[in-house]
């Protein structure tokens, strides 16, 4: 936890309110995001009994799974799923624009929108994980057939998973997560993980503190956990019976009615308060002005749905269950390289995420007082621009000199550090030498070179493209991580662990 995230804790605490740690919001919304809140059975490995879903507050439909110990229950429930979930994938399978690629030689086409699944918490994308696995690889044909529509639910749930492991996606939100990010509370980190009392913190009832708010939240009878797991007093007192009593109708279709509509009304009262949470966080977001670079990530998103889709389209198979060597040591890079540039671009549009930095020496602020925009250096085979201004710091400066630092307001332009002075006051002189982005002439491009008496952030942090190292081709999978992997298999080993 950083330095301001800890006193912004504290100042939480203090004030009774969940506290801003950032400025803007830095994920993308969607103008209908479809929202799940799943609930699955005490006991059972991610066995569904119920979920909320829809793409808008007033369209919440309920499914539910009377005995999810019965294989063709649980699989209905997907198939029923699967009706709601793929047909809103598909409304947003529409226009398409042209990309340039490989320096404008060529151009590929992407989808203008993507879908946006939001779960409750970081619970909501195990449910989808374990759910995905359990789906994908079903056969809808020979023994134990499922509807066609279960094995690509499956797919698309996994996609959906996955991508809420890439870091600055959007694809897939856990809302406690994306609430979090955004503001800090007077609870712990495990406490935050529970909506009602995070959304306590944040928006109390009249006549609250966030505190007060949070302790009432813990009562399951007010506000029930936001899932998937269910209240154990629920479960023995409530759930079992109605359970029971849909068993025990057998085939009387009167009585087996009832007893469903009874289970219906109960995981409605246990789904509809975290609906009306996930909808109101939503809405805490939604004020928020977006950052500049959140459209930059969402573009990424709506290239790796536009990509899944023409894996879908040519008939690709489900993901494994395991990645090889090969397939786990490229996504493992994609994800470093993406956390890495997610942390830089936060810092970039967020000066509270910068600040943060400034604390820790890998940044600083201070005005220009001193500019030379025309400086040649000759010292080199040819003459080149490089100007040079002086910039007037009370901030402590820990980079050395030959550092290169880059500016949030001039991204592609970087600044050497030629000299590092302390001065009365104190305040510290830093000298930089300018290099890119103004021009390709001697001479700068107006605006390009900071003016005497402007005020800079300068960073060790930066966002460049690193191009991505040579891996084997996977029938080249070295000895050493296992060879080549062996063909897939799954559906009979499925089917056994999946008995009917």
Known sequence: MSTLRALARAQALATGRAQPVATVRHLHLADRPLVLVPLTLAGEANAPLAALV?????EARLLVVPQPRNRDQRFAFAAEL?????????????????????????????????????????????????FGRSTRFRRTDGEYPVHPSVPLLGQWLTFFAERAEHPGSAATVALTEALTLHWATGQSVVEDLH???????????????????????EDPSVCPPAGPATDPEFDNTLLAPAMAAYDAAGDDPHAREAAYAELARLLRGQLAPTWELV??????????????????????????FTGYCEHVDAGG????????????????????????????????????????????????????TLADPHRIDDSGKR?????????????????????????????????????????????????????????????????????????LCYTTLGDTFLPAPAFPATEETPWTHGGPPAPREPFDADLAAHPR
């Open 54 to 58: 829809g793409a808008a507050p007033q």
């Open 82 to 130: 699967a009706s709601v979930v793929l047909s809103w994938i598909d409304e947003h399978r529409g226009p398409t624009e042209a990309v340039p690629v490989d320096r404008g030689r060529d151009v590929r086409h992407r989808y203008l929108d993507a879908p946006q699944l939001v779960v409750p918490n970081p619970a909501g994308v195990t449910f989808l994980r374990l």
């Open 195 to 217: 909506l009602p009392a995070l959304l306590g913190w944040l928006d109390p009832p009249a006549g609250l503190d966030g505190a007060q708010a949070a302790a009432r939240a």
């Open 279 to 304: 909808w109101r966080g939503l809405s805490l977001l939604r004020a928020l002005p977006a950052g500049e670079r959140v459209a930059g990530r969402w573009s990424g998103d709506r290239d790796a």
């Open 317 to 368: 198979g489900p993901q494994p269950r395991r990645d090889g060597a090969v397939a786990a040591a490229q996504r493992l890079h994609r994800l470093e390289r993406a956390l890495t540039s997610y942390a830089v671009q936060r810092a970039y549009d967020d000066p509270l995420v910068m600040a943060e930095y400034r604390l820790t020496g890998e940044a600083f602020v201070g005005e220009v």
């Open 383 to 455: 003459p080149v621009l490089r100007p040079r201004i002086q910039v007037v710091t009370t901030e402590p400066v820990l980079v050395p000199v030959g550092a290169t630092l880059t500016s949030p307001t001039r991204p592609g332009q970087k600044a050497r550090v030629v000299f590092v002075t302390p001065t009365a006051g104190a305040k510290t002189e830093v000298v930089l030498e300018l290099s890119g982005g103004m021009g390709r002439g001697r001479t700068a491009a107006p605006g390009t070179v900071p003016e005497v008496g402007e005020r």
